[in-house]
């Protein structure tokens, strides 16, 4: 008698019957990679949280590396859990939230990313498969293109996953610490997500999510730390006409989107 449909639900260990509150892993996910113009390739690397109200700080080291050792040190050290379904529709997994380039004789090796949590050690390899080549920062066949994003008022103007870059900035424990990012976009509605990237303690934002209403503008929020360390923030940016009640449901698209990262100081 074969395998019914609970029976491949309970196998299947990214089917939503697996999520819990509390005690699942964290697993590495390989959204893709895409060429650059200067004819190197980028691997994007995201990850799937089976929880959903706990969240993870796992330090760079044994529990959290990427292989070979020159491509270790950008991924996150904190991992948020899985989106609330009732407001994500879609959007199940966190995304390309960071990504490693290659040179252009890189040939057909890996780059692995291992994560251990929960006593699991769990690893993930990226290669050029030609299967996973993502559309990188326009897609024609969905009419989608990446926003432009700013984090400093004068600052590059960039758009695509391998994303702007933003700091030092200097904060103080306990000491909101304000946070603009700059947007363009052909279409209004795009949406943004910041959390912490990474960092030794708690980060708390006045506002995690905003959408913005025109083609470009400016968003705002604070962060405050509980900690003194070194820290980097992400956000996402992300606009899909198709869907516009729900633009992170373009994520389930693999593009397109801009990753920003904002590298701060804080201090007592």
């Not at 702007?164 to 909101?176: D, I, N």
Request: aromatic share 12%; glycine share 10%.
């Amino acid at each position: 008698m074969g395998a019914g449909p609970v029976a491949a639900q309970l196998e299947s260990p990214l089917n939503e019957a697996a999520l819990r509150p509390r005690g699942q892993n964290v697993i590495p996910v390989y959204d893709g990679w895409f060429e650059n113009e200067d004819g190197g390739y980028t691997f994007c690397f995201g990850y799937f949280n089976l929880n959903t109200e706990q969240s993870f700080d796992i330090p760079l080291g044994p529990g959290n590396r990427i292989e070979p050792a020159r491509y270790d040190g950008n991924q996150p050290t904190h991992f948020d859990p899985v989106p609330d379904p009732e407001l994500t529709s879609k959007y199940r997994h966190h995304w390309c939230v960071f990504t490693v380039d290659v040179p252009r004789d890189f040939g057909t090796g890996d780059v692995v990313w291992t994560l251990a949590t929960q006593g699991d050690t769990l690893s993930v390899p990226a290669s050029l498969i030609p299967a996973y080549v993502l559309d990188e920062p326009e897609s024609p066949g969905r009419y989608a293109v990446a926003p432009f994003m700013r984090l400093e008022e004068s600052g590059a103007r960039v758009r695509g996953r391998r994303g702007v870059r933003s700091g030092p900035r200097m904060a103080r424990v306990g000491q909101p610490l304000g946070l603009t990012v700059w947007i363009e976009h052909p279409d209004p509605g795009t949406w943004l997500g910041w959390t912490k990237h990474q960092g030794p303690g708690t980060v708390s934002f006045s506002a995690t999510e905003a959408r913005l209403d025109g083609t470009s503008g400016a968003s705002t929020t604070t962060a405050e730390f509980a900690e003194p360390g070194r820290y980097v923030l992400r956000v996402q940016a992300i606009n899909d006409t198709e869907f516009p009640s729900n633009p992170t449901y373009g994520f389930e698209f693999h593009c397109c989107w801009t990753n920003g990262f904002v590298e701060v100081n804080v201090v007592e």
